[in-house]
């Protein structure tokens, strides 16, 4: 696959009068210009916090001002958060308006913008509220990535690592090359290999009731520390989402390691990767009881039970795995051991 900003120049000056771009600050300052037209925007906060009904509500009257139809192609232009609350919003407005998604952090690209997975958080809850819709369009431009802070590239690469973890061994440590190295420059073919392997899932399970639960490796848990996180703390000193999600890699590693067959050596591996960024938040991983509301609420479980994907080893993975409360509380204690 292609760079494909200049498919995206054209179809933006193709379509200037109908598309209205959803931008936040920081993209609208750095990603915008690079458009290549002038195109009327609507500018929303950035932050998981402003992931919420409100700022929904403030897209769709905006949708209404610029007197927005069906005819209306809504760009959106940004991270993750903005990418899944404008699909969501594009989704419900008028029963549905065109959504183009450009990505404009490593996370969105590899992850977020593949798969129709749209929605707000609602009530603490992440990712609460939203629909299954696919975009009418993608174009994944790695160029957007120059301007993005380095701690944003970190969630996205621990998103790829992921890919490899549950999918293709060789992925993964292509990866991890990539993340172990401070000052290596990100091969972009990585990138659209990420994004074929979530296809493959997506693929073959776009409403998440089977084989597509094993992308959630390490969100279990890692989920249930964001959100807690968010829950009590201001968003700039709360956990990043690539951050909880390395910890939840490493505690569903550990239950993997006493569940699934994961080796021993395998385990060090995955943890020796990931526990550089275990080591600035240690200190702040709650106690089980306090993940526990959060846990049980996680959209994977089934009858009341808490419910993993886990693997077998490096690129093998398994969903449905309930999982005693014991076991969980075992790997949160081995993160918090960390040196
Ligand atoms: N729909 C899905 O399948 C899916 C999958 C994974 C994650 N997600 C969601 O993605 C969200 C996290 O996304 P994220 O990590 O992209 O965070 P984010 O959307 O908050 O973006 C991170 C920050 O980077 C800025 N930014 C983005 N692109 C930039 C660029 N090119 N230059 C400069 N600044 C830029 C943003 O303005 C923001 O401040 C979470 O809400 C998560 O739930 C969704």
């Known amino acids: 696959m292609k760079n494909q900003l200049p498919r995206l120049q054209s179809f933006v000056e193709q379509n200037t009068s109908n598309i209205i771009v959803l931008a936040d600050r920081h993209t609208l300052r750095d990603c915008y210009p690079l458009l290549g037209s002038e195109v009327r925007y609507i500018l929303i906060p950035y932050g998981e916090i402003y992931k919420n009904l409100n700022s929904c509500e403030y897209i769709w009257k905006k949708l209404v001002e610029f007197g927005a139809t069906r005819n209306t ?89 992921k890919h490899g973890l549950i999918a293709d061994a060789k992925h993964y440590h292509n990866v991890k090359e990539f993340f172990s190295e401070d000052d290596k420059a990100l091969d972009y073919q990585l990138i659209y290999d990420s994004i074929a392997i979530k296809k493959r899932f997506v693929d073959q399970d776009f409403r998440d009731i089977g084989l597509r639960k094993r992308l959630n490796f390490g969100h279990t848990v890692g989920h249930a520390l964001e959100a807690h996180s968010l829950f009590i703390n201001d968003e700039n000193e709360s956990i990043s989402h690539g951050t909880a999600v390395a910890l939840g890699i490493i505690v569903e590693s550990f239950i993997s390691h006493q569940e699934s067959g994961l080796s021993a050596d395998e385990l060090n591996q995955i943890t020796q990767v990931l526990q550089p960024l275990a080591l600035g938040v240690k200190e702040e991983i709650p106690k089980l009881e306090v993940l526990m509301p959060y846990l049980l609420k996680d959209k994977k479980n089934e009858n009341k039970k808490i419910s993993f994907s886990l693997i077998k080893a490096i690129g093998e993975s398994e969903h449905n795995r309930e999982i005693s409360v014991g076991l969980i509380a075992d790997g949160l204690a081995y993160l918090r051991k960390l040196k």
């Open 73 to 161: 192609i809504l760009l959106c232009l940004g991270g993750g958060v903005l990418c899944d609350m404008g699909a969501f919003a594009g989704a419900c407005y008028q029963r549905g308006i065109r959504v183009v998604l450009v990505p404009t952090s490593l996370l969105a690209m590899v992850d977020a913008s593949t798969g129709g997975k749209t929605g707000v958080n609602f009530l603490h809850f992440k990712n609460y509220i939203g629909l299954f819709s696919e975009a009418d369009e993608v174009f994944v431009c790695p160029v957007f990535l120059e301007t993005l802070p380095s701690i944003e590239m970190t969630n996205g690469f621990v998103e790829m690592l």
